[in-house]
Every structure is written in C-alpha cells, then in structure tokens.
C-alpha cells in the first residue's frame, strides 16, 4: 500500500530542498517515490504555488490528476463552481482510500499558509531508519499520513518528532 505523507516546513523554499534530497534517497534504493508535489506560498503572495514531480503526459497523468485535485480541494474550492464541486464529490471515495478526507482538507488550508511550504508524498518500500537519518536536523512537522495510529507513531519516533 501507497503511503501517503505531508510534511510542513517554515520556509516557502524548504519543502523543494526536502524533496531533492529524497529523490536522492530514491536513487539509494531508500524509498520509492510514487509520486510527489510541493506547495510553497512565499511572503507577500497571495496565494500559494504548486509544483508536480511528475509530468502531466503519459503515466504522469494520473498522479498530476491526483494532485491538482487535491490541491484544488485544498485551496481553490471557492473559485469552482457547482459542476466541478459536484465532480470532486465524486472523487470522494478515490481520496478516501488514501486516508483523505474533509478532515485532512481542512487541516492542510490551516496549516499551510504564507511564508511556509509542504511536500505532498506517494511512497512505498522506505527504509525507515537510514531515511530518518537522512532527514535528521531538519525542521518539519507532520501534518497528515494515512498510516494507522501505530504507524504514525513510530514514524514520529524515527524522526524525533512530538507524538500528535
């Protein structure tokens, strides 16, 4: 199963340095990236910007799909109107199998705001405690997973992060 995973950073830059370094943990054989995406909203913008790992042509599209509906969900909702609100209705149940829902939504607008960033994840297959060495001294916090309780605490505990 696809873990998916948002990590928040202080800085509008943090989160594209976060995912260099693991796609570098990808060459390693570390962690398999399924996909992945970034949100920075730099100060004194009014909005925030979105970057996909993938392409949008081939099997890109997919996951490019999968992202900018969520993102869409998260940020824009008030700018669509019915027949798109009425569309991601019925993407619901997609994002429901990946732990996603009005919850995880919420969440992510609040914390995710000017001057900070996220890194959306797909992964599988990490290595967990070579990765979190990998990740040690950096600052984040982890917004959301789709891990179950237990999952989620010992990832926390592997980076040396507060239990939520």
Same mark, same amino acid.
Request: avoid cysteine; hydrophobic fraction near 50%.
């Given at each position: ?10 800085? $509008? !830059? ?5 995912? !260099? ?9 570390? +962690? ?5 995406? +970034? ?15 993938? @392409?949008?042509?081939? $099997? ?36 429901? *199998?990946?732990?996603?829902? *009005? *919850?995880? +939504?919420?969440? +992510?607008?609040?914390?995710?705001? !000017? ?9 599988? @297959?990490?290595?967990? *405690? ?35």
């Amino acid at each position: 199963m696809a873990t998916v995973t948002v990590l928040e950073f202080d800085t $509008a !830059e943090k989160a594209g340095e976060v995912l !260099e370094l693991v796609q570098n943990l990808q060459k390693q054989h570390l +962690i398999k990236v399924l996909d992945a995406a +970034i949100v920075t909203w730099p100060v004194g913008k009014k909005a925030p910007q979105t970057r996909q790992l993938v @392409d949008l042509v081939g $099997a890109g599209a997919i996951g490019g799909m999968f992202w900018g509906l969520l993102f869409g969900m998260i940020f824009f909702t008030p700018l669509f109107g019915m027949a798109i609100g009425a569309a991601f209705g019925a993407l619901g149940g997609t994002f429901r *199998d990946y732990g996603i829902d *009005d *919850d995880f +939504i919420k969440r +992510i607008r609040s914390e995710v705001t !000017e001057g900070t960033s996220a890194l959306f994840l797909m992964t599988s @297959d990490a290595v967990l *405690d070579r990765v979190a060495e990998a990740m040690k001294g950096i600052e984040f916090k982890i917004l959301a997973t789709n891990l179950s309780h237990e999952q989620e605490q010992k990832l926390r505990e592997a980076f040396g992060l507060e239990t939520a």
